[in-house]
């Protein structure tokens, strides 16, 4: 065989891939329902509260900060009255009103009131559950605060009132003091003149305070109006009823596509062939598993239908191990669908005329073609039974052996001298042994694998991982044997848009039994022989679903028997080599090493170079 094949490889690092997002979609989706419903529930939820405005002018009054001539007074204290409408004395004269039984703290908690730039207006807005009592409350508490405004008014106006008639009483007082001092003075005097002058300024000023208490009980202070009085609101307050719901799907959407982000960029799963290749191992195939009643038939009936890429194997191992040799295949991680794969393998190879004996020593293939019962490996083992006794020929060239009803105490005699006599004692009858070998990681992939030559990993894909195949790797790299490459291993989904595929007989005998020995086929006339060959040759078309139909030939001329006998002739006196048994028996054509349309557009290989040169 040639030299060792590089097994380095680097794990599959974290990469965005769209395809990868949309596996992910119900994930996106889900959390875009989950999003929604609870944005919905919380709609619902929400109470429906209804709030009322009453629009009230504030006019400027006397005795308060509003008296004519300090206008700009007035704007910039605008702020200072919008908190006056929520005093307690406003909101104990509202309470009065509306004749409630809640606390004044309770009825300030639904108030609001705003004044707009550049304006005179205090917006008085209450807020309630039901919208009557939002309409009122506003009008309560916009009536409210003009009533309190007015008192304070008025209260400072009877401040003022009293303030002059003090001081009016005191003007009385000196006026009569100033009325008796002229009174003791002679007139024409200058102290009577004097006098005089005081009684007139004293008078002065009495009258003075006398008009100023008059227009003052007489002044009737504007403290303003409500412009517009609050009507019953027709909506609900607060957001729309469609905001949180499409806010919760936002956050959901968000979510799902954070979530599925990070999903697809730790994801090391291989779905692809191009995912195999990109880890730098080549790939020998894609073969399509079957099922176990396919697999029976596979072992015991020469005429089954091989399953997609088992020639494309076939084809590759014979080039990469043209004298054949012991071959192990062990699926990279826990993956039930490789189970098939070396026996489709073995059926492969016998068909074309090579010798294989394959042994299980794993037991998925055991329960496959339903042979629990028969003696195998782990009664060689246990030195119960002898090897061309378990070495059972099923069909022409192909010979099983199971794994054996002891297996399960067997399993630490893998390592065991007795399994390497037992491969050993297996080569001088057979071109190939292919070992159908445990997951990579068990320990005793390692024995195996230094009692092959050989190790082919097989691949699930959309089930076995970037990092179980570079463990795989590592495991094969420490028993010493050659890595040839790895077959994945694909089940392809059904869909409208994807080509129909035979499906494979699935008839199998009710008893696996091995095929009966066959003797030495007596010898026929090279004349008869070419004649039977002309005679059916039109006849006989492909029978598996990879191959294609030969075309009939009914309508062309019937070939020359002569020249038929001639090459015939020819053919016979060639050995037949090692392979067919005998030196000089009646010739087999041997099938070529690449069969056409074998391979799909997914079984892209290593090698796919060399099969197209050759």
Not at 156 to 162: E, G, L
Not at 269 to 296: C, F, H, I, M, N
Not at 497 to 516: F, I, Q, Y
Request: aromatic share 4%; hydrophobic share 40%.
């Amino acid at each position: 065989m040639s030299g060792t094949t590089e097994t380095a490889g680097a794990v599959q690092g974290s990469r965005f891939t769209w395809s990868g997002l949309a596996r992910r979609l119900p994930v996106i989706v889900a959390l875009l329902a989950v999003g929604t419903t609870l944005g919905f529930l919380g709609a619902r939820q929400q109470p429906a509260a209804y709030t009322a405005t009453a629009t009230v002018l504030v006019e400027p009054a006397n005795g308060n900060p509003y008296a004519p001539g300090a206008r700009g007074q007035n704007l910039a204290n605008l702020g200072t009255e919008a908190q006056l409408v929520s005093s307690d004395a406003v909101a104990q004269l509202a309470k009065s009103t509306l004749r409630s039984k809640a606390s004044v703290a309770a009825l300030v908690e639904q108030l609001a009131v705003t004044n707009p730039p550049n304006s005179q207006v205090l917006e008085v807005a209450y807020t309630d559950l039901n919208p009557a009592a939002a309409r009122d409350g506003a009008n309560a508490f916009a009536n409210a605060y003009l009533v309190a405004r007015e008192r304070r008014a008025a209260e400072s106006v009877q401040a003022q009132i009293n303030n002059l008639t003090k001081a009016r009483n005191a003007n009385q007082s000196a006026l009569q003091r100033n009325l008796a001092a002229r009174d003791k003075t002679t007139a024409g005097t200058p102290a009577r003149v004097l006098a005089d002058q005081r009684v007139a300024t004293t008078t002065a000023e009495a009258t003075k305070l006398e008009n100023q208490i008059s227009d003052l009980r007489l002044f009737q202070g504007d403290p303003g109006q409500v412009l517009s009085p609050a009507t019953l609101p027709t909506g609900t307050a607060g957001l729309p009823g469609w905001i949180m719901p499409v806010a919760g799907a936002g956050i959901g959407l968000l979510l799902g596509l954070v979530l599925a982000i990070m999903r697809a960029l730790n994801d090391r799963t291989l779905r692809t062939v191009g995912d195999v290749k990109a880890l730098g191992y080549p790939v020998l195939s894609t073969v399509t598993p079957v099922t176990d009643e396919q697999a029976d038939a596979l072992l015991v009936d020469a005429s089954a239908g091989l399953p997609d890429g088992a020639r494309l194997l076939r084809s590759v191992l014979g080039v990469a191990s043209p004298d054949g040799g012991a071959v192990l295949l062990v699926p990279a991680g826990a993956a039930g669908a490789h189970t098939t794969t070396p026996l489709a393998l073995a059926a492969a190879l016998a068909r074309s005329d090579q010798t294989v004996t394959l042994v299980d020593t794993d037991g998925e293939l055991t329960r496959a073609t339903r042979l629990g019962d028969v003696d195998g490996v782990a009664e060689v083992l246990n030195d119960t039974a002898e090897a061309d006794e378990v070495a059972t020929e099923y069909q022409p060239n192909l010979r099983f052996v199971p794994v054996g009803p002891k297996y399960s105490t067997s399993v630490d005699k893998l390592a065991s001298p007795q399994m390497r006599e037992f491969l050993e004692g297996l080569s001088p009858d057979s071109q190939w042994v292919l070992v159908a070998g445990p997951i990579a990681s068990a320990p005793e992939t390692l024995t195996l694998a230094d009692l092959c030559t050989d190790v082919i990993i097989l691949v699930s894909l959309r089930q076995t991982t970037s990092v179980d195949l570079q463990h795989a790797a590592e495991a094969v790299a420490r028993g010493g044997a050659r890595l040839v490459g790895v077959v994945v291993d694909h089940t392809p989904r059904g869909g409208l848009l994807r080509r129909n595929r035979t499906e494979p007989d699935k008839e199998s005998p009710a008893v696996a039994s091995p095929a009966p020995e066959t003797a030495d086929a007596p010898e026929v006339p090279v004349r008869e022989t070419a004649q039977v060959s002309a005679a059916t040759a039109p006849k006989l078309v492909a029978v598996d679903e990879r191959t294609e139909e030969l075309p009939a030939l009914e309508d062309r001329p019937a070939p020359d028997t002569e020249k038929i006998d001639a090459e015939s002739n020819d053919r016979t006196r060639q050995p037949n080599g090692q392979v067919n048994g005998r030196e000089n028996g009646p010739a087999k054509e041997t099938p070529a090493w690449f069969p056409d349309a074998d391979a799909s557009d997914d079984e892209e290989t290593g090698y796919a170079a060399s099969r197209r040169t050759v």
